[in-house]
């Protein structure tokens, strides 16, 4: 049974790095991983994708192995506003293809 | 910036009875999914659509659930008879491609069956 875990919750203070890694051992060859932020009743929004190594973008970078099957969203310096849940997303191939979320990791930034 | 919308926000239903929940994705997308968040659990994958045709579902989307792209613009999810199991928030999402994996969201709608 496919499965793409990640840790259930993680506390954090203002202005730290925090890092989230999720592990997805059945990721279809070919497909990008990507990461969402969720906060309460809204629908999940972009982070960051990449594919292979390291992405880096205005908000967050992406660590990815050359085995592919786990990933590491780093967020630098969190900000209160980063109290969410954060979700890998990653194709899988088990008895078909589906794109995937992981099981979803709780942020919570403090003062 | 162009998004995803949802109707209804909530709904709320007796069990048995039929619901359609709406989406009008991003126009220039071609990949089209739904999937489900219950209350404090993860999202998960029901089903995706393109072509006017379903690609992929998961074990959850069974025979009470279809989905239909009925114009150029909606997509639609209907469950044919609800069951108090089917509680939760709906989200569609759509993608320019579907081997990128970068879905949009819509801001989701919230079924509760009584």
């Given at each position: 049974?496919?499965?793409?875990t ?46 292979k ?28 506003s980063d ?29 | ?38 209350l404090?659990?993860?999202?998960e ?44 928030m ?11 994996g ?13």
């Amino acid at each position: 049974l496919a499965k793409t875990t990640q840790p259930i919750s993680m506390d954090s203070y203002e202005g730290q790095e925090v890092n989230i890694t999720c592990s997805h051992n059945n990721i279809a060859t070919n497909d990008y991983i990507t990461w969402y932020q969720q906060f309460p009743s809204q629908g999940p929004r972009f982070i960051i994708q990449g594919y292979k190594t390291k992405v880096t973008n205005e908000v967050a970078s992406l660590f990815i192995p050359a085995d592919r099957k786990s990933s590491t969203l780093s967020l630098p310096r969190v900000s209160l506003s980063d109290t969410a849940v954060y979700y890998c997303l990653v194709g899988i191939m088990d008895s078909s293809y589906k794109l995937i979320f992981g099981s979803g990791t709780r942020l919570l930034v403090r003062p | 910036e162009p998004e995803v919308t949802q109707t209804p926000s909530h709904q709320v239903t007796q069990m048995g009875q039929e619901v359609i929940l709406r989406c009008v994705p991003i126009s220039n997308h071609l990949y089209f999914y739904w999937y489900r968040q219950i209350l404090g659990q993860k999202v998960e994958f029901l089903v995706s659509f393109y072509n006017n045709e379903i690609s992929e579902k998961s074990e959850i989307f069974d025979d009470q659930f279809s989905v239909e792209r009925p114009d150029g613009s909606n997509f639609t999810l209907k469950i044919r008879s609800t069951k108090l199991e089917d509680s939760a928030m709906y989200f569609c999402a759509s993608s320019e491609e579907d081997i990128s994996g970068e879905l949009f969201f819509g801001e989701g709608s919230r079924l509760t069956v009584l």
